[in-house]
């Protein structure tokens, strides 16, 4: 299912073990079934991209197109780490960006000193 897709990137990045081959196929299996991820499992995901450095343009370009009632279902951590995951990997996304930024604004108060700092950073970093 795609907590367990998500599971197996998050857990190999956090062990800081990359396997390219692996996160090639996760990204060709998670790309069809990305409107069944949760907010943590889409969060997660990217981010465990980012840590291990490995580039999915496919896989970013198509969570760029989820739509805004989906974001709203992200709590604060998860809006920062998708947001710091795309300007780590240098993937820029103004429209991304911007319906994160419609849904972060409202909420800013929900957000920990860190979060900020790391969705400031994300959003100078990608211009």
Same mark, same amino acid.
């Given at each position: 299912?795609?907590?367990? +897709?998500?599971?197996?990137v998050w /857990? *190999? @990045?956090t $062990?800081?073990?990359s396997s390219p081959?692996?996160?090639d196929? $996760?990204a060709e299996? /998670?790309?069809?079934? &990305?409107?069944?991820?949760?907010?943590?499992?889409?969060?997660n995901?990217?981010?465990?991209? /980012?840590?291990d450095?490995h580039?999915?343009?496919?896989l %970013?370009?198509? +969570?760029?197109?989820i739509p &805004?009632?989906?974001?709203h279902?992200?709590?604060?951590q998860?809006?920062a780490?998708?947001v710091?995951a *795309? /300007?780590t990997v240098? *993937?820029s996304?103004?429209? &991304? %960006?911007?319906k994160i930024a419609?849904v972060?604004?409202?909420?800013l108060?929900?957000?920990?000193?860190?979060?900020?700092?790391? +969705?400031v950073? @994300?959003? @100078?970093t $990608?211009?």
């Open positions: 299912n795609s907590q367990e +897709i998500a599971n197996t /857990a *190999y @990045a $062990v800081d073990h081959q692996l996160f196929k $996760v299996i /998670a790309l069809p079934r &990305l409107d069944e991820f949760s907010s943590q499992a889409l969060a995901t990217v981010w465990a991209y /980012a840590t450095g580039s999915s343009p496919q %970013f370009d198509k +969570i760029t197109n &805004l009632s989906h974001l279902k992200f709590n604060s998860e809006i780490n998708t710091w *795309y /300007a240098g *993937y996304s103004p429209q &991304l %960006f911007d419609s972060a604004i409202p909420r108060d929900e957000f920990s000193p860190q979060a900020l700092a790391n +969705i950073w @994300a959003y @100078a $990608v211009g």
